[in-house]
């Protein structure tokens, strides 16, 4: 019970702590942060369920009004942004990416690591951001998805990095590990 | 950390933290259900009004955290313009502005702790499922607790790369960081269990 309760609030803050990182900028200049890397390795390490309440747990934090997004944003006002889609897929992001790597067994850890945080991590969340933006700007699916293609690029380095840093952490703290016990 | 919530102390600051966020997702809804220009148009007059009834400083200070909008509503004028459509555009454009202007205006009026209070108080029907409430206002402090270690041992790491590298740490430096920062968890953990956990002083006796 308290060590999965400290390790929660541990990625909650490593969410946050990523969101301090200056986002870099891609060659066409557009701009990736590190938070949202957080949120794929919380669900990849700490499984699905334990995974998404980090999550939730750090959504709380920034409800209250502390500035943890990335930029120094936060406060109710982050959950009625034209980017709150994505803000509030983030559970289900994390929930995804930690439900395949528990399921999926067979493989190198990093590309079955990598490969569920594309598809909980970008398809899962780019599918909450998209209908939030195409609720809050009044545009059709289609045209949002165009709107945010550009960030997808930076999003598969975050997968793949989230891959990496998960096999490394594997190899030097088994235990940790708490999608695969 | 430099806090969202305004140092100049208001009117609002004294109203209930539950009324405030209850009006605001009435007015949430409600800015979402309209289409009609002169209704949005005169809600958006109206939160402007409700920040400078709380002084310029503070309606200044409000005016910097919707910075964030103007690249989506460069968006919409581009759009609209060329597609002729400008009272669609005008509608979303302030639907826009007063929804995220409403939403900061009760994080800048309200005290952490209030807030802290109307969560527990959201919550309090799931320790009737045997969930315990009390371990999420802990998490909060653990949270607030572990984002600034985190960082200081970011900065210590990325201080012995660069004496060891002539490269920048870039991603790798965030294995040894989330390493060390698992071994501190787990001795918060054991201090934790050492203490009795953190379930000893639940109402119904379970010690």
């Known amino acids: 019970m308290e060590r999965n309760m400290t390790r929660i609030a541990l990625f909650a803050a490593l969410i ?49 009004g502390l500035p943890l997004l990335a930029g120094g944003r936060g406060g109710l006002g982050a959950f009625v942004a034209p980017t709150s889609g994505f803000f509030l897929g983030w559970p289900v992001a994390a929930f995804v990416t930690g439900l395949i790597v528990e399921r999926l067994r067979s493989g190198p850890l990093a590309v079955t690591v990598a490969l569920a945080s594309i598809i909980g991590g970008i398809v899962v969340m780019y599918a909450f951001g998209i209908v939030g933006m195409s609720m809050a700007l009044d545009k ?10 550009a960030f997808i690029p930076g999003d598969i380095i975050k997968a793949v990095l989230t891959g990496l840093i998960t096999q490394a952490l594997a190899r030097s703290r088994p235990a940790a590990l708490l999608s695969r016990s | 950390m430099i806090s969202l919530i305004s140092p100049v102390e208001t009117w609002a600051h004294r109203i209930p933290a539950g009324a405030k966020l209850l009006a605001l997702s009435a007015l949430t809804v409600a800015l979402f259900l309209t289409d009609r220009p002169a209704v949005l148009a005169a809600a958006t007059l ?31 004028a581009l759009w609209h313009g060329l597609t002729g459509q400008a009272q669609a555009g005008i509608v979303i454009a302030l639907r826009l502005l007063a929804a995220l202007a409403l939403a900061n205006f009760v ?98 006796g379970r010690n």
């Open chain 2, 107 to 204: 994080t800048m009026t309200t005290r952490l702790t209030d807030m802290i209070a109307v969560l527990t108080w959201v919550l309090s029907p799931l320790r009737r499922l045997g969930l315990p409430t009390r371990a999420v206002t802990l998490a909060i402090a653990m949270v607030l607790r572990f984002t600034p270690m985190l960082v200081e041992n970011g900065q210590r790491l990325a201080l012995s790369w660069r004496a060891r590298s002539p490269r920048r740490p870039g991603w790798r430096i965030v294995v040894p960081m989330a390493a060390l920062a698992l071994d501190d968890a787990d001795h918060v953990a054991e201090a934790l269990r050492a203490r009795g956990g953190i379930l000893n002083d639940i109402p119904d």
């Open chain 1, 140 to 149: 059709t699916l289609a045209e949002c998805t165009l709107l945010v293609t």
């Open chain 1, 16 to 64: 946050a702590a990523l969101g301090l990182i200056p986002s870099l900028t891609l060659a066409f200049g557009v701009p990736i942060t590190a938070q949202s890397m957080g949120v794929m390795l919380a669900g990849a390490i700490l499984g699905a369920k334990r995974g998404a309440l980090a999550v939730l747990l750090f959504m709380a934090l920034v409800a209250l």
């Open chain 2, 46 to 76: 109206a939160v402007i009004a409700l920040y400078l009834s709380a002084g310029t400083a503070f309606l200044r200070q409000g005016a910097r955290h919707l910075r964030m909008l103007w690249p989506f509503l460069l968006l919409i």
